[in-house]
Structure formats: structure tokens, C-alpha cells
């Protein structure tokens, strides 16, 4: 049995606190755990500042016009008793009581009542307490109502059988369907503390299993009934990571990223809201652009790849991230593989043909890596190369070639080439005719201008070192990691030895991402989110990799990238890489000539400018221009007059300077794509929050 959860879904909120908070719904974006929508937008609404100053300056002239109401400057007594009957007059009167009240009414309530009503209608008091006042209070009674009533009533959601609410700790799905057992040995669960975030998420996945009748709600009872909170773990036993360092929302996929500023610049309804990505997001692939220090691993990436292996151990995601040794995409203890190149000892090696058994898509992929980021070489002729080489050798030998052969046969080496074509015609004495015409085909063009086999050959050998010795093993017995495994849950990362071995690194960058891209385009089942994460993508992109990642929104997978600078991509896809993917973030820190970049992607939009212009004031008889002449004799500024033109102009949504220059630190501009095609204007962020 794995071991139970140490800690609910947060530190400060049980998982029936968490279930029960509401998620209304929002635009594409938003944390909508807990989130408040923002009432609909009043083009006339008055800012804040003129809002409560208005109030003040009211409230003082309505001080002043009672202490001149009290002091007798305004008559406001003789004129109310001038319309009283003779008979009330406090001084004819013989009633007490009557005399009392009718000094009060004439010296107090009437005037004050009425001073009162015109200050509050001026000052637009009812405004300050809607926007201000009522919100605390709200606030402070719910946090006292709390206190007062630790076990509150579950929140009422819509849906409820003859207009009752649902209460998702007793999983009411579950018990519509008649699996009352299993809904209560849930419930218990829940309520006892042993089940966490993880695992509600991944039952629920079991249980739409069950739903769409891919599974049996037999089973479905069997196993809950028979394993609790810990049924359909994960294949690793894991029921959550060692560590957060982001906060998520399971129960919609969702991870948060930082909240949005209260800038006008930003979208209405995300003013204040919290940012957060989620599949639906990053279907559309993601690309961050930031300085070191500016926060693109350890606030973009690191949150990432955490959610992606949260949802991989509810059995919803499959993940592999990719960075530098020490990048700090998470622990050891956070992954199922962990796939070292270059490191003595590594556990696992990694599938240089990606687990393929046609020569020829293997030869595209090894091409793609090899020279894909090479302007003058041409990635179909060296596909032609490799698939003349690893073709023969697959059907003599019943493998692909490793490394050193492959180095070999791309040099040209006689002795290695002369013992393929022996190995050839003795695997296949009647048929190895294909096969020789392959090696034929490849020595005629071997030395040839233009051929890539020298270029190839060079390419490999940045692989073919001591430190990789055995690590690209194609021997039958050797079970290194290949992409094909991405359609189950499994959690991996691959860190690349960029100090040591950068060229390499580069390599097996562009390696990867052509096999991901390649291995999720082609699966079966697409019931679960692949994703690739690339701390550093520099050099890693090429026209082939740019056009698959477009591809990658129907496959239900996406690619993180992330870039020091837009200058580690060719001028000529920078523009195709930012039109690829559907997220992009300009982190602060960028330079001008990025920011440029990311200006033209976002576009423009229609602002209204205002215009002023000073001229020289004449106007006026002699004595005004004689007053005017002196004061501009003693202070040196002839008097103007001052004219505003407001006019509707199209402008970029974010300049390049305004990247550059105006972007606090700890903070991003983002704008978001669903897969559905639902977008968001660039926003503006303060990440982490």
C-alpha cells in the first residue's frame, strides 16, 4: 500500500475546503480557484483618486455650511418657523414636549438632513461605500461568521438532485450512477484526511473511464473498495511529489503562475486576477524569452513541469523536461527516469532512433538533429544518407547501428563498409540485392560536392566521445528511453551536459524535440497531455521543428521553450516561432530588439491621444498686456494659452521600449491561446504572486 499523504492539497485548507471552494467560470487565463468575477465594465466609472477626493472636498464644505447654519449666518431656524403654524412656535406654546421637538426638528434634523442628502449626493458617498466599505465588511463578517461556526455548511453548487446542492465530498456522480459503496468508502477517505489532491484527481479520471465505457463500474467499486485513496496509483507508487513550488488546482488542471497588475493596460477582467496556464493552454505550445535572473526557470518552467508531473501521477499527463545539469527543474525523486548523457553511471541511456523500426523516419529524425540548424545543408539529402547507411546495417544485423558504426560508415571507412556488404549478403544470400544497391548508391555519391556525408560524419562525432560510451547502446538486450513511451504517465528529465559537452547538448536538444513532436503526431491513444519542456531552446528550433509544432494542437500536446534571447533563434524563423505558438512571454530584461519582435506579434490597437498645444497669449487691453509683459520679465515664460486635441490613433499594444524599459523585475508581459482559439491581449504580471 503506498504510504498515506503527509499534507493536504495546501498548507492552509483541508481537500474538503478545496473542493468546496467555488470555481466560477472565466477567461482563458484566469486562476479561477476562489476568483471573484469583476463587475461588468462602466465606461463612466470615475477613478479612484477623484472618487474619494470628491468625497473629502463634499464633506468639508458640508462642515462649513453647518457651522455657518449653527453660528446664525444662515437662518435656516427663522425661515423653518417663519412656514410653522403660530400656534407650534417653541415660545407660544404651552406643551414642553411640543416646544422641544419642534427646536430640534428646526435647529438640527431639518438643516442637517438636508446638508447631509446634498453632501452625499455631491460627494457620491453610496459610490465610496460600494467600492470600498461594503467589500471589508463583507470580508470581516465572513472571517468572524467563520470563527464563530468552524463547521459550516458545504457551499452550494447548482445541479443538485430536486434543486439541492452537491457536495463533490460525496461524490455525487459516483452515487447517481448507484455505486453507493464506492461513494462512501470515498467520502470517508476525504473526510478522514487520507486522500490528497492527487488522488481525487486521478479516481476521477478512472471514474470518466468509467463513464465514457472504457472500464466497468464493477471494477470501479472493486478497486476502490478494495485500495481506498491509493486505487489506480501511479506505476511508481507515488501519490504526490516530494515538493511544490507552485500552487495547483487538480481538480482543473491549472497552475498558478503570478496575478495580474491592476494597470489599465490590462485586459478588464483579468485587472487583479490571478494568471495560470493549463492543457487547454499549452495544447498551443509556449514561449518564454527572459535574461538570466529573470525568473524563465524557477517562475515559468519549474511550475510547468511541476503541474505536468502532478497531472502525470493522476494519469493525465505524460512529461519530459529538459535542461542544463543543476537547471532546477526538480528533484530526482520527482521523476520516473532520469536520463544523464555523458554522466558515469547513468541508470538509463537514451534511443537514438526513437524507438522506430522504419529506417527511413529514423534516418529523418537523426537528419533533423544532426543538421537541421544548418542553413546550407539540405535535411532531405542527409535523410537519403543515413537511411542508405542504417537501412543496410537494420537488415543485416536485425538493429539499428550505434554511434562508432554509424561515424564509420559516414566516413566512408573500407574495412567498415566492405564488412556490411559481407554481412548483407550473409543475412540474406537471396534477397540482399536491395540492401547492396543502397551501399552502392552511397559510396557513387560519397566525395561528391554537395554531399552530406562529410557534414553528417563531423555532426555524429560530437557524440561518438568517451563520455558517451554505451549510452546510445542498440545492442537487443539494452532498454534506453525512447519517446514512444509517451502514451502512458510517465515523468522524465533529461539533463544535458551543456558545460562540458555543449555542442553535443545542442544536439540532443534538436534530437528531442524532433522525436517528441514526431512520437505524439503519431499515437493512437491521444487521451493523455504530452508536453516537452526545454529550459534552454537556443539553437534547438528549425523551419522542420517550427512546422511540427504548429501540428502539435491536435495531438493534445505542447512544447515549453525557453530562450535567453531571440538572437539564439535564425532571423529567419523568429517571426515563424512566435506565430507557432499560441503563449508567449516577454520576461523583464529583454532587450529592445526582442521586445520589437514580440511588439509586432501582439500588434495594435485603437487608443485615444490628447494633443496639447501652447500658444502666445495676446488677447486682452493694455493693462492685461502690461501685467503680462511684467510677469514675463520676472519669470521668464511668456504667457500661452493651452488647446487639447483628442484623437483616435492606432498603436502597438506594447512597444519595443516599453519592454525594454518599463517592466518591473519579478514581472512578465503574457498573452494566452487556447486550443480553441479563444485568446487574450497581452497582460501584464507580477509572477510568483
Excluded at 40 to 59: I, K, Q, S, Y
Excluded at 237 to 251: C, E, F, M, S, T
Excluded at 256 to 282: I, K, Q
Excluded at 309 to 335: H, I, K, M, T
Amino acid at each position: 500500500m503506498p504510504p498515506m499523504p503527509t499534507r493536504p492539497p495546501a498548507a492552509d485548507e483541508s481537500l474538503e475546503a478545496w473542493l468546496r471552494t467555488p470555481r466560477p467560470e472565466a477567461e482563458p487565463g484566469i486562476w479561477r480557484k476562489g476568483h471573484e468575477p469583476r463587475p461588468p465594465e462602466d465606461p463612466n466609472r470615475v477613478g479612484d483618486r477623484h472618487l474619494v477626493g470628491g468625497a473629502l472636498l463634499a464633506l468639508l464644505v458640508g462642515l462649513f455650511v453647518w457651522s455657518l447654519v449653527r453660528n446664525g449666518y444662515i437662518p435656516v431656524f427663522g425661515w423653518i418657523l417663519a412656514v410653522l403654524p403660530d400656534s407650534w412656535a417653541p415660545h407660544k406654546t404651552g406643551n414642553v414636549n411640543i416646544s422641544v421637538v419642534v427646536s430640534l426638528l428646526a435647529e438640527f434634523v431639518i438643516p442637517g438632513g438636508i446638508i447631509l442628502y446634498l453632501t452625499a449626493r455631491l460627494g457620491r458617498w453610496p459610490e465610496v461605500w460600494r467600492r470600498y466599505c461594503r467589500p471589508r465588511a463583507r470580508k470581516a463578517g465572513a472571517a468572524l461568521f467563520r470563527e464563530s461556526e468552524p463547521e459550516a455548511a458545504p457551499a452550494k453548487r447548482p445541479g443538485g438532485v430536486n434543486g439541492q446542492p452537491e457536495d463533490p465530498v460525496a461524490w455525487p456522480e459516483v452515487r447517481r450512477a448507484g455505486e453507493h459503496a464506492a461513494a462512501d468508502r470515498l467520502a470517508e477517505e476525504v473526510t478522514s484526511g487520507r486522500m490528497n489532491d492527487v488522488d481525487y484527481a486521478r479516481i476521477q479520471r478512472a471514474w470518466q473511464a468509467v463513464r465514457s465505457r472504457s472500464a466497468s463500474p464493477h471494477t470501479f467499486t472493486e478497486d476502490v473498495l478494495r485500495h481506498g485513496a491509493a486505487a489506480w496509483a501511479h506505476p511508481s507508487g507515488v501519490r504526490d511529489l516530494p515538493a511544490r513550488a507552485a500552487r495547483h488546482d487538480l481538480l482543473l488542471g491549472q497552475v498558478r503562475m503570478g496575478a495580474a497588475t491592476g494597470s489599465d493596460r490590462n485586459p478588464y477582467t483579468h485587472r487583479g486576477a490571478g494568471v495560470a496556464l493549463d492543457p487547454g493552454l499549452l495544447g498551443t505550445s509556449l514561449l518564454a524569452v527572459g535574461p538570466s535572473g529573470a525568473g524563465k526557470t524557477s517562475r515559468i518552467l519549474r511550475p510547468v513541469v511541476e503541474a505536468m508531473s502532478l497531472q502525470a501521477l493522476a494519469g493525465r499527463a505524460a512529461v519530459v523536461a529538459v535542461g542544463a545539469a543543476g537547471a532546477g527543474l526538480g528533484p530526482d525523486e520527482a521523476y520516473d527516469v532520469v536520463i544523464r548523457p555523458g554522466s558515469p553511471g547513468a541508470e538509463h541511456g537514451l534511443d537514438l532512433y526513437s524507438g522506430s523500426e522504419d529506417p527511413d523516419e529514423a534516418a529523418a529524425l537523426l537528419a533533423e538533429a544532426l543538421v537541421g540548424d544548418d542553413p546550407d545543408a539540405d535535411t532531405r539529402r542527409a535523410a537519403t544518407a543515413l537511411a542508405q547507411l542504417i537501412g543496410p546495417y537494420r537488415a543485416a544485423h536485425g538493429r539499428f547501428p550505434g554511434v562508432p558504426e554509424l561515424r564509420e560508415l559516414l566516413d566512408g571507412v573500407p574495412v567498415a563498409v566492405a564488412a556490411l556488404r559481407e554481412a548483407c549478403r550473409a543475412a540474406d544470400p537471396g534477397g540482399a540485392g536491395a540492401a547492396l544497391r543502397e551501399l552502392d548508391a552511397r559510396e557513387r555519391q560519397a566525395g561528391r560536392p554537395g554531399d552530406p556525408g562529410a557534414l553528417l560524419a563531423d555532426r555524429v562525432a560530437f557524440l561518438d566521445r568517451p563520455a558517451f560510451s554505451g549510452f546510445f547502446d542498440t545492442s537487443p538486450g539494452s532498454r534506453p528511453f525512447s519517446m514512444d513511451r509517451l502514451d502512458r504517465p510517465v515523468r522524465v528529465r533529461v539533463d544535458l551536459p551543456e558545460r562540458a559537452h555543449a555542442e553535443a547538448s545542442r544536439l540532443l536538444a534538436r534530437l528531442l524535440l524532433a522525436q517528441f513532436t514526431a512520437s505524439v503526431l503519431a499515437r493512437g491513444d491521444r487521451s493523455l497531455f504530452a508536453c516537452l519542456a526545454l529550459d534552454d531552446a537556443a539553437h534547438t528550433l528549425t523551419p522542420a521543428s517550427v512546422r511540427e509544432i504548429q501540428r502539435l494542437r491536435t495531438a493534445h500536446a505542447g512544447v515549453v521553450l525557453g530562450l535567453r534571447t531571440l538572437d539564439d533563434v535564425p532571423e529567419r524563423l523568429r517571426a515563424a516561432a512566435l506565430g507557432a505558438v499560441g503563449c508567449k512571454v516577454a520576461l523583464s530584461g529583454v532587450s529592445t530588439w526582442d521586445g520589437q519582435i514580440f511588439a509586432q506579434a501582439w500588434g495594435r490597437d485603437w487608443v485615444q491621444t490628447e494633443d496639447v498645444t501652447h500658444n502666445p497669449d495676446f488677447h486682452g487691453g493694455l493693462l492685461t498686456r502690461w501685467v503680462r509683459a511684467v510677469r514675463t520679465a520676472f519669470t521668464g515664460q511668456r504667457a500661452t494659452t493651452k488647446s487639447v486635441t483628442v484623437r483616435t490613433v492606432e498603436r502597438e499594444r506594447w512597444s519595443a521600449s516599453d519592454l525594454a524599459n518599463e517592466l518591473p523585475p519579478g514581472h512578465a508581459v503574457l498573452s494566452l491561446m487556447t486550443v480553441r482559439g479563444e485568446r487574450t491581449s497581452p497582460i501584464l504580471a507580477k509572477l510568483g504572486e
